[in-house]
């Protein structure tokens, strides 16, 4: 990489309160890292080794998906026979699967990237894919990349942990612990791996219930999550849950864990716990509603009537509604909420995390402004990583999108940038794979 001067912009800083730059300039080292953000006029006189004319296009962080999977597209899928699956699950664990698999992380990787989603977290991988992929993209950032090799920011949290019969059990790759000291040794199993944070799973899901009202069933101990936090805290480790009930969310504060995916209604005694959690690593607890994989449009009429089809439609409006429900008191008591869409699930794919905004949006009374917030600088917070990625500022990594109209205006505008940088990689022609009837 070399220095780079992007002029000519209506730059949005991904602050709250800032006010857009107008006729802005961003200056980026040969390290990837933002040198200059400001006016054009004032912006230091110096030769730059390349220039790119933005020709008045908006530029703003590069969106943060806190909550994602990427063993999978998000394509529209149809209910295959067991045998089949089992097959399928065979198949990942010879290596000609492996390869395959590590093929189909690169992709959807890419893909958030060409969408404008610079930084990513993976809530659960399969054999450690998004370290691998991590490494490799922090390894290629430092070169010259080629277009396939710009990945975006990876927080990894390895494979899951959850108890038996839980959540994700039946997945072909997840540690399964079903007492407190099992739970420690599936933390540190899961650590020596070089992880980022740890992903555990307290209640089960919609994605493997068999019956109506099975989704959310508490799966976990009050000790067994506290277990794993503490020895995950004891390393500098943020812990996230899959949760999806009342009960579930009562255990996981209780227990300690810094951030709970997808949620569920939250009752009043529950939200000073939230605000200051004692056994939080940062002595506060985060909600990730994840409300596209649950609002999905017209399910119904999407998928077959079959019994199974029957029990997912169901479950996932029983834990939706519960999950808005979480959502707007969240936002009416000043919980932090961070913005995933759990990409991966059918027909929530790794491109429209802007959906996710417009969920929100539609359930609240948040500006774009606000929104754009939670999804770059917010979100950065909620990860731990804001000293690094989030807003535009001198000293942070050169992760923006830039985009044709203004998206304090539409939000359906952070749909297909113009340009997406990402480390300080420039993507001129960022382009992604469109599934249909999603």
Known sequence: MSITLYKNAHIIQGNQHASMIENGAIIVDEKGVIMYVGATSNMPEDSYDKVIELNNAYVMPGLINTHAHYFNSGKPMNNFPEALVRLSEWFLTT??????????????YRTAVNAGITTVRDTGSFYYNDISCRDYYIKKSKKKPRKRQIGPRIIACGRMITATGGHGYYFPDRR??????????????????????????????????TFIGEAGKVS???????????DAHSRNKLVATHCESTEGLVRALLGGVD???HGAEIPPEMIPLFLHNPLALRGYTCLVPTL??????????????????HVIIENTKIIGESIKAGFITALKNAIPIGVGNDASVPRVTHYDLYKELLYMQKFSNLTNQALIHMATAGNAQILDVAQITGSLEVGKSADFMVLDHNPLEDLHHLYKPRHVVARGNFIKKPKFKVYKKV
């Open 220 to 230: 976990m101990t009050v000790e067994e999550i506290a277990a794993a936090c503490s």
């Open 176 to 209: 399964v612990a079903d007492n407190p000291w099992d739970d420690r040794k599936a933390v540190r199993e899961t650590i020596i791996h070089e992880v980022d944070q740890i992903k555990i799973c307290n209640t089960e899901g919609v994605s493997d219930a």
């Open 259 to 261: 951030t709970i995916e």
């Open 95 to 108: 290596w000609i699967g492996k390869i395959y698999l590590k093929n189909v992380y690169r992709r959807n």
């Open 292 to 309: 596209s994989a649950f609002f999905i449009p017209d399910l119904e009429h999407k998928l077959k009537p079959t019994e199974a089809n």
